[in-house]
């Protein structure tokens, strides 16, 4: 299949996901509970997004011819790396899916991906429309199970030529060891965050609580990315606080399907339970709990928005990536310090900086030792856009022209010339 080939069918795919969105947005809140407001108004406009980006890179791809010191003609060829094998995690299944497989199909290779054990529907549904797109069988294939039994045969397949994997970690680790046990084969890994989110002395505050708490509370805290870790400029802390506070308490919780729902279940009742778990240690840490705290009613599993203040750094909900919506806001007094602090974590997968001052700005953005900064926004999930993490927040990048390298190999070809006119 010629690469301009590829390109008509993965674009006839997005028109087909296009055209599909409705049923595919109420597949992922039946999925993962997420609001489908929010699965129809921003995911699904970008999954269609992500496939346009990657169908128009699939012609594009090419290598390079190279100048050598002696009479020989050099050039390299980018060729696809061969069978993909990919492992997406539950909190965005449909956007990880775009992530994973855009690039591999556009580079060439084929994919066995694996979905969560609790989010199967959408990938299914996806695959479905990319056959009727005109993909070749066997080009793209989904299975579903679970991680320690499917995910593990399929990172030490000696016959899987590479691995890209989301999700904790912890289980990270896992996957890079059995890709490295089997055929060390190359591994691309988007793991977990305890994103700073820091807002300066000159922040307009009502601003700065709404943007918080959106990279907080955004699907239900489980995000990778998510702002965890709100660091306010102690000149306008208690300010900061009260105002956190009322909004979390006016966060609409409550059945996904319903219009102007914004926080629906977690995902699974382990989750639920962890989360309740981090929320009990924060209280005995002796953080303040200004709102939230508790679980809601008697059936599902809903928790309330949960706002500490008083954090301090050595707490274990100032530390862990909690995965739910707790909001844990601490004081500082100045740039240096709140670079420091910000740093002292095992993660670096992304930040948000709020502030006016440009200096300020620029002095954060290159001090903070992580893979994203949004400065003045958050979430902004362009499909141009590269995105991965520092340190323990895993190795590689996502989406844009950087994803494409973690899918072809790079072959060099050497000619003699004879009598060349020039070199």
Known sequence: MTPYERS??????????????????????????????????????????????????????????????????????????????????????????????????????TVVLKTAEQTPL?????????????????????????????????????????????????????????????????????????????????????????????????????CCCAGSRTYVHERVYDEFIEKAKARALKRIVGDPFKEGVEQGPQIDSEQFQKVLRYIKSGIESNAKLECGGEKIGSRGYYIQPTVFSNVQDDMLIAKDEIFGPVQSILKYRDLEEVIRRANSTRYGLAAGVFTKNIDTANTLTRALKVGTVWVNCFDVFDAAIPFGGYKMSGQGREKGIYSLNNYLQVKAVITPLKNPAWL
């Not at 005109?134 to 294939?141: A, E, T």
């Open 8 to 109: 008509r069918i993965i674009l006839r795919a997005a028109e087909l996901l296009e055209k599909h969105s409705d049923e595919l947005a109420a597949l992922e809140t039946w999925n993962n509970g997420k609001p489908y407001e929010q699965a129809a108004k921003s995911e699904l406009p970008l999954l269609v997004r992500l496939f346009h980006y990657y169908a128009g890179w699939a012609d594009k791809i090419h290598g390079l011819t190279v100048p050598a010191d002696g009479p020989h003609h050099v050039q390299t060829l980018h060729e696809p790396i061969g069978v993909a094998g990919q492992i997406i995690p539950w909190n965005f299944p449909l956007i990880m899916f775009a992530w994973k497989v855009g690039p591999a199909l556009a580079c060439g290779n």
């Open 122 to 222: 959408t990938a299914l549904y996806a695959a479905k429309l990319f056959h009727e797109a005109g993909l070749p069988p066997g080009v793209l294939n989904i299975v579903s199970g679970f991680g320690p039994t499917a995910g593990a045969a399929l990172a030490g397949h000696m016959d899987v030529d590479k691995l890209a994997f989301t999700g904790s970690t912890n289980t990270g680790k896992i996957v890079l060891e059995l890709g490295a046990r089997s055929n060390l084969k190359p591994v691309t890994l988007e793991l977990g965050g305890k994103s700073p989110f820091i807002v300066c002395e000159d922040a307009d505050v009502d601003q700065a609580v709404e943007l918080a708490h959106f990279a907080l509370f955004f699907n239900q805290g489980q």
